[in-house]
């Protein structure tokens, strides 16, 4: 029973170029989350999506951050013209429906490391 | 919003000792309190999580503690082991429609020394 998969696990950018994240949710797991970690710090809470709807993105950038989980294929999320402040780790978690007993229990990946250098 | 406080920021005991993390929140309609450990280099893995409508959960050396009326939580690690330093982060949530949009505390560095 795999869990959560991201990749790639570590990935290096120049300034102004595009990033981009994958993850794929844990069997059975309906609802995919992307948290963004700073060096030392904990974990922020950035969007929020089931198959092919975005539930609620309040922590998400404004601007050249977007997220998708499309009805085939891994969620991504996609960083567009990055900047030195992107460089942090993005960690992606899944849960299953929560109608049902443990919906609340979320359960995350190991991880992407972005560096932009 | 949700705001998760959580102390201290690190904490040193001996092997066998026990440790204890503490958070509290301040969104009374919060109903759920994970805790996760996070090693180095790796993704947070819950440890154990409780719900509001229990006031205490154990699993073998692990055990979490819920007071509502204080908004307060904590972590209790007895017995503990050097593979137990990690950071450990609290956090809480409420169920809503559906969504369950984890606040973290901002971490407990643990260590413990043989």
């Known amino acids: 029973n795999a869990g959560v998969m991201q990749n790639p696990r570590h990935l290096v950018r120049r300034r102004g170029q595009e990033a981009r994240l994958r993850c794929s949710p844990m069997?059975?797991?309906?609802?995919v989350y992307w948290y963004r970690q700073l060096p030392e710090e904990g974990l922020k809470f950035m969007v929020y999506l089931q198959k092919e709807n975005i539930i609620d993105e309040s922590g998400m950038p404004k601007e050249r951050f977007s997220a998708e989980f499309p009805k085939e294929g891994p969620s991504i999320l996609r960083i567009q013209q990055v900047v030195r402040g992107d460089s942090a780790a993005y960690f992606c978690?899944?849960?299953?429906?929560?109608?049902?007993?443990?919906?609340?229990?979320?359960?995350f990946g190991e991880g992407s490391w972005l560096t932009v250098v | 919003g949700e705001n998760v406080e959580q102390h201290p920021s690190t904490l040193s005991v001996q092997e066998g000792d026990s440790a204890v993390i503490k958070c509290t929140y301040s969104?009374?309609?919060?109903?759920?309190f994970p805790w996760y450990k996070q090693e180095l280099g790796k993704g947070p893995q819950l440890i154990i999580d409780?719900?509001?409508?229990?006031g205490e959960k154990k699993d073998q050396r692990i055990a979490v503690t819920l007071n509502k009326t204080a908004k307060h939580f904590s972590l209790h690690i007895t017995e503990t082991q050097p593979e137990d330093s990690a950071v450990y982060f609290c956090?809480?949530?409420?169920?809503?429609?559906?969504?369950?949009?984890?606040?973290f505390g901002t971490g407990t560095r643990l260590l413990v020394s043989p």
């Open positions: 969104d009374s309609a919060s109903n759920y």
């Open positions: 409780i719900r509001s409508n229990v």
């Open positions: 956090a809480a949530s409420k169920k809503g429609t559906g969504f369950q949009k984890l606040v």
């Open positions: 069997k059975g797991h309906s609802h």
């Open positions: 978690a899944s849960s299953p429906d929560t109608t049902r007993q443990g919906g609340n229990t979320i359960y």
